[in-house]
């Protein structure tokens, strides 16, 4: 081992491991190939315990404990997050890779989160997540944000199993919504196939009316119902 004037360094088996400040920067480095950088403190239990691994084998960062990032963490455009391996077990909702943790908050102040940006400007995208109600369960929302930070809720599934579209209170299985004070273009049924084409485009028009179109004049309406026959009541 041996001190470097100017420089503050430990060194180890010759050149092998080195720790030292040079030009203003504090290096840890093992010259060992194949080696790795190793970083133990005491586990609470008067043992010692790693927490932190540098492999030179495999070039990874290792870090055995949970850990817990006080600021963002940020990837440049060419890196990504890679999980190998099985996302998690059917049926075990604890085994999951992935896991956006919440609080015991009620309502949208609970809500877990992750967001799509659109813009480099803030507020500009999408986000979707749980959105906590009561005795552990919650609702799963999408929001498009436009200069919004708080979003409007495009997509909703409820606990109950209910789905809207354009509305953030479904009371059935599938409701579809819009607020508008022109005709609401609420669904549309669709065959592609080049020798059957033909769409069904349900709207609600200023009237209050129904309107059912299709676009294939060879297209019309068959109702086939049961043994009790139809009932038309307006």
Do not use: C
């Amino acid at each position: 081992g041996g001190v470097h004037v100017g420089d503050f360094a430990f060194q180890h088996n010759g050149s092998h491991n080195l720790i030292k400040s040079h030009t203003g920067d504090l290096k840890l480095i093992n010259y060992q190939d194949s080696g790795d950088i190793l970083f133990h403190t005491d586990d609470g239990s008067s043992g010692i315990t790693e927490y932190f691994r540098l492999d030179g084998g495999t070039q990874t960062v290792e870090i055995a404990k949970n850990t817990n990032f006080a600021g963002d963490v940020t990837l440049a455009n060419s890196n990504k997050i890679v999980l190998n391996g099985s996302m998690g077990t059917a049926g075990n909702f604890d085994s999951t890779r992935i896991r956006l943790n919440s609080s015991n908050t009620v309502d949208t102040t609970g809500f877990q989160g992750i967001r799509f940006a659109t813009s480099t400007a803030d507020n500009y995208g999408w986000s979707f997540g749980a959105n906590r109600s009561s005795n552990g369960r919650g609702s799963l929302r999408f929001y498009e944000h436009q200069n919004s930070n708080a979003g409007t809720e495009r997509f909703t599934l409820l606990q109950d199993g209910n789905v809207g579209i354009g509305t953030a209170t479904p009371g059935y299985k599938l409701e579809i919504a819009e607020d508008t004070d022109g005709t609401a273009e609420l669904l549309m049924l669709r065959n592609s196939d080049s020798t059957y084409a033909q769409t069904w485009a349900f709207k609600s028009d200023t009237s209050k009316d129904l309107v059912i179109t299709g676009s294939s004049g060879a297209g019309g309406f068959k109702f086939v119902p049961g043994s009790r026959g139809s009932t038309f009541t307006g």
